[in-house]
């Protein structure tokens, strides 16, 4: 009976009996609109009556849980919430078997961590509004609840702007606002999420390609050609910086219902600033004694403007450099070298789980495969977070610098988010039974169009493990000409255990002659 991903994480009994899938729905006290996906889906009619599915409002029942009761003389989804809904609706979707029959049951659901989300990157390299959607679908039917939409970096602004509009001119490809809103509809309608990602005050060539005077040096840029960290950043010192972003996150909120925005932080170089004549008064005339604490600075001054909107900041990890802090601000934990600051961070503040050494999925599956994924666990240090008030839930991530097509692009994601899924709303850890269950969902993702990694794919060992990961490595690295490496700047020295856990991770001893012929490629 138990088809299902992620796994029932509440009671769950069998009637031993099936039943024909309801023609009908009725939403009762509940929005017409939380059942819109289900109707697509399944081709149910709404208005009709005749075997319905009956949703019925519990306030009792937690947020985003639900209850199904499926008996021979009908079908019932309990929620608290749309979203519950919309969850026990999706699950009834996927009991349907080949012919049209569920089973006669009583299922009692609810996630263990309210954010369940996918970071998907469409500066680097653009991706239609249908393939958003594309995505925005076959995560939901996992119940992945929030995307995490990363919307300007050094190679491109992806959004229209009708107030600055040699934003999405320079860039070239771009969502107009109306494709905006069409896709945030079409993910509430699936119980999703999405808070956009404003890159600030680094990655910023997309937004100094266009207007230059917002720059420290302001002279005009080119949008990058391929990854990496950038000179290029907003100046803190000019107060015109502060007003045009001002005008520019006004608009961009206003596209955006989500509560929540993402305003980045990560890789700032403070190269500029330090040459600035502007932010070193800056930091005189504010009493900051570095850099670091000119970021932070920032960082508040851009939180300020987005409380006026309604928002409240998320921002990378490189955010907790500085003591100085948007208040109230969550955090995206990624990388290890800020493990200690964010332990003192978390006895106050809370946090998204993103650890590059388990959740990134632009990785080959060599090097962050199925299982890994499966069996993360939100530990900083020695500390299981799990429990913690301060954790949030955990966020997959996808970089689309080296991933160009739709087909890629789907392969990266799919079925890895699904293992996400089951761990951030099940907390199961029982592998074996999870890839039971995972065919019926790439099942549908074939049915639907989207690529799928097949199951044998997903964790490589051998020399199929070793191959694929240096053939990631050497496509990194080729794409590095020594024109573009001038532009950018070296990351941090890494510490010794980031670089421990970096060669433990994702390398054997046996690697290491091959990589470091690899690394010795021409460019």
Request: with cysteine; hydrophobic share 35%; net charge neutral.
């Amino acid at each position: 009976m138990n088809k299902v991903v992620p796994a029932f994480r509440g009671r769950m009994t069998d009637g031993g009996a099936n039943r024909p899938f309801p023609k009908g729905i009725e939403t009762g006290e509940f929005a017409p609109w939380c059942a819109d996906a289900y109707c697509e889906r399944t081709g149910t009619n709404p208005a009709m009556s005749f075997d319905s599915v009956r949703l019925v409002r519990e306030n009792e029942l937690p947020e985003e849980g639900y209850r199904i009761t499926v008996e021979e003389k009908g079908v019932e989804v309990s929620a608290s919430c749309e979203r519950g809904a919309i969850w026990g609706l999706t699950t009834l979707y996927l009991l349907k078997d080949q012919e049209g029959q569920i089973p006669v049951c009583r299922i009692e659901d609810a996630p263990a961590h309210g954010h369940r989300g996918l970071m998907l990157d469409c500066a680097r390299h653009f991706f239609s509004a249908g393939e958003v959607k594309k995505i925005i679908e076959y995560c939901t039917l996992a119940k992945i609840n929030v995307l995490h939409w990363h919307l300007s970096d050094d190679q491109g602004w992806r959004i229209e702007s009708r107030q600055f509009l040699l934003l999405h001119e320079t860039s070239g490809s771009y969502y107009t606002q109306n494709e905006i809103r069409q896709i945030v509809e079409y993910a509430r309608r699936r119980g999703m999420e999405i808070i956009p990602e404003i890159d600030l005050p680094g990655h910023t060539s997309g937004i100094l390609a266009a207007y230059p005077e917002y720059g420290c040096r302001q002279e005009k840029v080119q949008l990058a050609e391929c990854g990496g960290i950038y000179r290029t950043i907003l100046c803190a010192g000019k107060e015109d910086a502060f007003t045009f972003l001002d005008m520019l996150l006004k608009e961009v909120c206003g596209l955006f219902p989500s509560g929540r925005f993402h305003i980045g932080g990560d890789e700032a170089p403070k190269n500029e600033w330090e040459e600035c004549p502007d932010c070193r008064k800056r930091m005189e005339n504010e009493r900051h004694l570095t850099a670091d604490d000119l970021q932070g600075y920032f960082s508040n001054r851009v939180a300020g403007i987005l409380k006026k909107y309604g928002k409240t900041p998320v921002c990378w990890d490189d955010t907790l450099i500085s003591d100085l802090r948007p208040e109230g601000m969550a955090v995206q934990y990624w990388n290890i070298q800020r493990a200690k600051q964010l332990k003192d961070f978390s006895v106050k503040g809370k946090f998204i789980y993103s650890d590059m050494f388990e959740l990134y999925l632009d990785y080959p599956h060599s090097m962050i495969p199925l299982k890994k994924i499966y069996g993360s666990c939100p530990k900083i240090g020695k500390k299981d977070f799990r429990s913690s008030d301060s954790f949030m839930g955990m966020e997959a991530c996808l970089w689309s610098e080296h991933i160009e097509t739709e087909e890629e692009l789907e392969k990266h994601i799919f079925p890895r988010i699904y293992a996400l899924a089951e761990n951030t709303w099940s907390d199961s850890k029982d592998y074996s039974s999870f890839l039971l269950r995972l065919p019926v969902l790439m099942k549908k993702c074939a049915e639907g169009g989207a690529a799928c990694t097949p199951l044998e794919s997903c964790n490589p060992k051998g020399r199929v493990r070793q191959s694929e990961t240096m053939a990631y490595f050497l496509k990194m690295n080729s794409a590095m000409t020594p024109e573009i490496r001038a532009k950018t700047v070296e990351s941090a020295k890494p510490s010794r255990e980031f670089a421990r856990r970096f060669a433990t991770q994702f390398f054997r001893l046996s690697d290491m002659p091959l990589l470091l012929k690899v690394m010795k490629q021409p460019k």
